[in-house]
């Protein structure tokens, strides 16, 4: 059965530090994976997608990492603000290349204090 | 351009009532999606569509249905609701099978006491 995990399940930083969130999938092949930001009370908004071929993608101050070899993805937090505070979910694409097969995992929540 | 459009945002429904949650879409896309997602879980998809006119059972498709007659809605419908349906449904559309343009609506937080 095709998992996505995710760790830590939750987080706790201090305003400007830098964390990072790891995602380890079974998924094979894949097509995707991609970090997604869920706001409480909202709905998922994508950060960044990689394909199986790409090493690193960036959005402003969030970079997420890809070893397909591994199956391990993480996404790297850098200068964290309060407004980061919400859950960053991993999701992967098998490689069917059909959208109703994603897997998600079950998010790491992330809040950032004074 | 306003995306993934969700109605209600919240809803109560006793035992056994029915209910439509809406979903449309402005962004043209061929492909639509219903999940849930319960506290601590991750997204379970419901039912998908594939264009106007077809639908098609996900993972978790028992006590739902569906209708896609135009490419831009996507209703959801429970007919009986029972207490295992509580959670918050989210609706999502993309342009390709792959997935690309993943978009998700607000969601809509349904209790069924």
């Known amino acids: 059965k095709n998992q996505v995990e995710q760790s830590p399940q939750s987080l706790i930083i201090l305003e400007g530090k830098n964390c990072t969130l790891q995602c380890n999938y079974t998924v094979s092949p894949f097509s995707n994976l991609r970090w997604y930001k869920q706001d409480t009370g909202r709905g998922p908004v994508s950060l960044t997608i990689?394909?199986?071929?790409?090493n690193t993608k960036s959005n402003g101050r969030y970079t997420a990492t890809l070893d397909a070899d591994t199956k391990q993805s993480s996404l790297h937090i850098t200068a964290s603000q309060l407004s980061d505070s919400a859950s960053y979910i991993c999701?992967?694409?098998?490689?069917?290349?059909?959208?109703?097969?994603?897997?998600f995992g079950t998010g790491t929540r992330l809040q950032v204090t004074l | 351009n306003a995306g993934v459009t969700q109605t209600p945002k919240f809803r109560i429904l006793k035992i056994g009532q029915s209910m439509t949650l809406q979903c449309t879409q402005d962004?043209?896309?061929?492909?639509m999606y219903w999940y849930r997602q319960d506290p601590g879980m991750g997204l379970k998809l419901i039912y998908y569509?594939?264009?106007?006119?077809?639908?098609d059972k996900g993972e978790v498709p028992n006590g739902y249905n569906v209708s896609r007659s135009t490419t831009e809605d996507f209703p959801l419908r429970l007919e009986l609701a029972a207490p295992s349906q509580t959670s918050v449904y989210f609706c999502?559309?993309?342009?390709?099978?792959?997935?690309?343009?993943?978009?998700f609506g607000s969601g809509t937080r349904l209790t069924v006491v």
């Open positions: 962004m043209n896309h061929n492909y």
């Open positions: 999502a559309s993309s342009y390709e099978s792959g997935g690309h343009g993943y978009t």
């Open positions: 569509s594939v264009g106007a006119g077809i639908t």
């Open positions: 999701v992967v694409t098998p490689n069917t290349g059909t959208a109703s097969k994603l897997t």
């Open positions: 990689m394909t199986f071929s790409e």
